[in-house]
């Protein structure tokens, strides 16, 4: 098993295409290169820490869509884009707006917002 992290996916944003200048001409075009990409490194098996902004603009259901066509075992940090349909989906392990995690003896602090200082910040996490 192994473990990955991403964010801002922004699954169904059609701002993503415009702001971060991604480069697909339409947002399945781009929904269904991510999905790919994903599937493509992720096993069923590996865990995945999505660190905000999964979807946007999208049916309730089509998140649940998304998670379901995902491999992996998906945690979610909550971001500033993930609406009530996100956090309510079935397809997370968890939901939490901060986690910490000792990973191949590293102390982790996940969260989507940039800090200016953290827990253990001086001993190496």
């Known amino acids: 098993m192994a ?5 801002d ?4 944003d059609p701002r993503v295409l415009r702001i971060d200048k991604r480069p697909f001409k339409t947002i399945p075009e781009h929904d269904a290169a991510l999905i790919a ?3 493509e490194i992720v096993s069923p098996e590996d865990e995945v820490w999505h ?9 309730p259901e089509r998140i ?7 491999n992996g075992r998906k945690h979610l940090i909550i971001g500033n884009n993930d609406g009530p349909a996100t956090l309510a989906a079935k397809g997370w392990e968890s939901v939490q707006a901060y986690a910490e995690l000792m990973l191949d003896g590293h ?3 996940l ?7 953290w827990k253990n910040m001086g001993r190496g996490v």
Not at 3 to 7: D, L, N
Not at 111 to 117: E, G
């Open 3 to 7: 473990v990955f992290f991403t964010s």
């Open 9 to 12: 996916t922004h699954f169904g």
């Open 37 to 39: 990409n994903w599937n």
């Open 51 to 59: 660190l905000g902004d999964f979807a946007l603009h999208v049916r």
């Open 64 to 70: 649940d869509e998304l998670l379901g066509l995902l």
């Open 107 to 109: 102390a982790l602090v």
């Open 111 to 117: 969260c989507h917002y940039a800090f200016r200082t």
